[in-house]
């Protein structure tokens, strides 16, 4: 069984990090191509792109770190899918680069001509300037990639078995974890402020960053559902994963689902309620004219559809209809951070452009590219883990 | 790899009810309690303190009653005080009840048989003090039902559906009644397990009544099995909704301290929170005055600390966000309402809250700290204290200095306030102590599919 996790070489996956590389080609080409003609435009869906990787990525990051803690079949299952997502963490902060650069396209904070005219954009300068900006972003990235590699060492010295497979060895996953959860609900909070909330810089929102962080949480979700149902198709993991793991990350995706909604409408509702000039602008865009179709789409697609579909015990233990579920579900992320990003700034006509969908995919395909070939390099499953032998002593003989 | 490491401290955890026992010795104890045994003078001390807190509470309404609200120290512009604040507590400590019984019966997590009974009780208990606030402070609660309930709004004026206020009232009266139906259905097989053991002919007579004439038949637990499901599923929303609805009062105005859109979850972590801490509070001093130890054992008590130190993070993420938007947000009254909290004429009972809040459960960190009862005993207490306290911050100073200085002023308790808030602690305490001593208070039934022979057979458990 242990040669048989170890055999990576699955033609499911090898199919799809071959359609990823060429989806991700073509993206990339047609943003370039269009940033000649529209470079403003380019780096927004740039900024689109890189949101929805990062959001994979530390989504990733943050539940490998909860099922540590938590502990749970659902957690060993998708390990490996959250470890190799959170590898990829040096690719995103390459993605990050670029808006280094199309900082004062992205954000009217980083004009001085636009602060200048503007009493609260000049109050608000210690936070919003480029220089902390830029050095708050390299903490963010060292924070990340130190708790990702620290977990994913200590993994592969697992698998190799080079580190015995004793109570303190899973005592220290759980110790990076537990303050590992915290620091990482705090980047990311801060994070969604910087390159998100502060796109309009004259709005904010206490709920924000946890909207942000259930956002993640749900991509992540979504993601693993997606590779695992894929994986489930053949050896090695056919003979492991069984309905019953489906139904455990399905309850997860709904709950995700839920909470999203759930904060979503709470920041809506007290906002509209309140009806203050400096925050009902913000919603003001988003539900009214060229955006409102969206906004509609978004309460159909990301909460109510999947919601209700969800609820179904049967649908949530058939993979392949769960994993078309949380396709749909990666997409409605996509629309989402569109949706966030993008009324920020003005437009006439048709809201989404074109680049706000290849300039993602390629985003998207360059990320499925190199985490896959992360995933494809160790053992789909963690075969050493002390729980994972208790788990799954039974069932696999 | 090749031998079985030792498995002590990761595999398995402190077990839910300790080894020795059988079906007969744990029906035996927890009946005990409620038929035959004496009652320890633990029992008298403290229900002695509660009827004399009790006997306050009854004083302070006929006074309030016949006087009028003007007893309380609440007038403009800090209009709403002690009442909602201690309305706002005793709703939140009602949620770990229902966390308990409901969230934790979906997950799986045999670890709450032990406590849910009681954890129940004492949600039904909290959201009957937490109710008397909203009716008292109407001053004339025989009107209530007219200014609180729906009636056909011929009038146009009132009840005002757009008012969190009146979503409250369905929010709270819901709540009540989906917590007492969902612990009446998980006492009828042990009432009838009480019913079969009773001596005297009155007390046969009054379980058996309560049990509905339950018999223990393969349908009488089929159908229970599928109703206490249903009811847990109903109960799941609530933990959420109704905390949530109460933090609506507060954040859809425009005060500044109150409209914050981390009200929501922040207020229901804080519940759940709050609760977790006072059934802490609860569980430590029964377990040992009845000898529970083997049923309550160390591992409810760690996972209990568990979950007061991670609802404790999300509440002080909502500490950490308010004062970051308050600066972030570049609104002077933003900036203000923040610097008047820390550093106004209330400031030290922020600084308070945060010490009791914030630093005081870091402590569950430390293992050895987790599962000392008496430091449990303590901390919870202070959490206690602190939850109080974060709304007496939240509604006290948010109002006292609003947008205009002309309108400032101070807020003092009187007597009667702090006697009214003392009597709903005495109220708690007399009702909970009632229930221990007439109803189990711990589930029988269930505790014995904890036992390993139970495991045996039931190939899917429940």
């Known amino acids: 069984m242990e040669r048989d996790i170890l055999n990576t070489d699955a033609p499911e996956l090898r199919q799809l990090q071959q359609r990823a590389l060429i989806v991700g080609f073509w993206g990339l080409l047609a943003g370039v191509v269009g940033a000649v003609w529209f470079p403003d435009q380019f780096f927004r869906s740039w900024l689109v792109g890189f949101l929805f990787c990062l959001g994979l990525t530390l989504g990733s990051l943050g539940l490998l770190m909860l099922q540590h803690l938590s502990g749970g079949q659902w957690g060993l299952v998708s390990r490996r899918v959250w470890e190799a997502s959170a590898r990829t963490l040096p690719i995103v902060a390459l993605f990050f680069v670029p808006i280094l650069f199309g900082m004062p396209k992205l954000f009217l904070w980083a004009r001085p001509e636009a602060v200048q005219g503007d009493a609260v954009l000049q109050a608000k300068a210690p936070y919003l300037n480029v220089q902390f900006f830029t050095l708050r972003a390299v903490v963010y990235f060292a924070l990340w990639m130190a708790a990702a590699w620290l977990l994913n060492k200590w993994s592969a010295g697992q698998d190799r078995g080079e580190i015995a497979v004793t109570p303190a060895d899973s005592v220290r996953f759980r110790a990076l974890s537990a303050p590992g959860l915290i620091v990482l609900i705090m980047t990311i909070t801060f994070a969604s402020v910087d390159w998100i909330m502060s796109l309009d810089p004259h709005w904010y929102s206490t709920i924000f960053g946890l909207l942000t962080l259930v956002g993640c949480g749900l991509s992540a979700l979504a993601l693993a559902i997606t590779v695992l149902s894929r994986m489930a198709r053949t050896q090695p993991l056919a003979s492991t994963l069984v309905p019953r793991h489906f139904h455990d ?72 209809l769960l994993a078309t579920i949380a396709a749909a579900v990666l997409v409605m992320r996509i629309v989402d951070i569109i949706w966030l990003v993008e009324p920020n700034f003005e437009r006439h006509g048709f809201p989404i452009h074109w680049m706000d969908l290849a300039v993602p995919l390629g985003l998207a395909g360059v990320w499925v590219f190199v985490f896959v070939r992360q995933l494809r390099g160790r053992a789909l499953l963690p075969f050493n883990d002390p729980y994972f032998k208790e788990a799954f002593a039974h069932e696999t003989h | 790899m090749d031998t079985p490491a030792p498995h002590s401290s990761y595999q398995t955890p402190h077990p839910v009810i300790e080894p020795g026992h059988s079906y007969d010795s744990i029906t035996e104890k927890i009946s005990a309690i409620v038929l035959t045994r004496r009652h320890p003078i633990g029992w008298f001390a403290t229900m002695a303190i509660g009827f004399l807190l009790v006997n306050g509470l009854g004083l302070s309404v006929g006074y309030l009653l016949f006087k009028g609200i003007g007893i309380w120290g609440n007038n403009i512009p800090v209009g709403w005080a002690f009442d909602i604040i201690n309305f706002v507590w005793w709703i939140g400590i009602g949620h770990a009840g229902t966390l308990i019984s409901a969230i934790l019966l979906l997950f799986k997590q045999d670890w709450r048989t032990s406590i849910n009974r009681f954890a129940e009780a004492m949600t039904l208990f909290a959201v009957a003090c937490a109710a008397m606030f909203p009716l008292i402070h109407t001053g004339r609660p025989w009107l209530a039902a007219y200014w609180l309930l729906p009636y056909p709004n011929t009038m146009g004026i009132w009840p005002q559906f757009r008012s969190p206020l009146i979503w409250d009232v369905f929010a709270v009266t819901t709540y009540f009644t989906v917590s007492a139906l969902f612990w009446y259905t998980g006492l009828i097989p042990d009432l009838a397990t009480l019913r079969d053991r009773a001596k005297r002919r009155w007390t046969q007579m009054l379980f058996g009544g309560l049990a509905l004439g339950w018999r223990g038949s393969a349908r009488h637990w089929q159908r229970y099995e599928t109703v206490y499901l249903i009811l847990a599923g109903m109960s799941t929303p609530l933990v959420l909704s109704v905390h949530t609805v109460v933090s609506f009062d507060f954040s859809t105005g425009i005060l500044p301290g109150w409209h914050a859109t981390i009200f929501p979850p922040y207020f229901v972590a804080g519940a759940i929170y709050a609760g977790f801490a006072m059934v802490l509070c609860l569980a430590i001093p029964l377990r040992r005055m009845y000898g529970l130890e083997d049923f309550i054992t160390m591992r409810h008590l760690e996972n209990m600390a568990k979950v007061t130190l991670v609802t404790g993070f999300i509440v002080v993420y909502g500490y950490a966000m308010e004062a970051f938007f308050a600066f972030y947000s570049a609104n002077v009254y933003e900036s203000f309402m923040l610097k008047n909290r820390a550093f106004g004429p209330y400031g030290w009972t922020y600084w308070l809250l945060i010490f009791c809040n914030g630093i005081v459960p870091q402590t569950l960190w430390l293992k050895r700290l987790r599962t000392n009862t008496t430091w449990l005993f303590i901390m919870a207490l202070i959490v206690s204290v602190g939850m109080w306290l974060e709304r007496f911050v939240i509604i006290v100073t948010s109002l006292h200095r609003d947008f205009l200085p002309s309108s400032w002023d101070m807020y003092y308790p009187t007597r009667w306030d702090i006697s009214t808030f003392l009597g709903t602690i005495g109220l708690f305490i007399t009702l909970m102590f009632l229930f221990v001593r007439v109803l189990p208070m711990i589930s029988i039934f269930e505790m014995r599919t904890l036992l390993p022979e139970a495991k045996i057979k039931g190939a899917e458990g429940h």
């Open chain 1, 249 to 320: 990350l399905g309850k997860l995706m709904l709950a995700f689902v839920m909470l999203w909604a759930y904060l979503s409408f709470s920041q809506f509702l007290i906002i509209w309620s309140g009806n203050l000039p400096e925050e009902i602008p913000w919603y003001i865009e988003r539900i009214q004219g060229a955006w409102a179709p969206v906004s509609l789409l978004l309460v159909a697609g990301h909460f109510a559809l999947p919601f209700a579909l969800l609820l179904s015990r049967d649908l949530k233990r058939r993979p392949s």
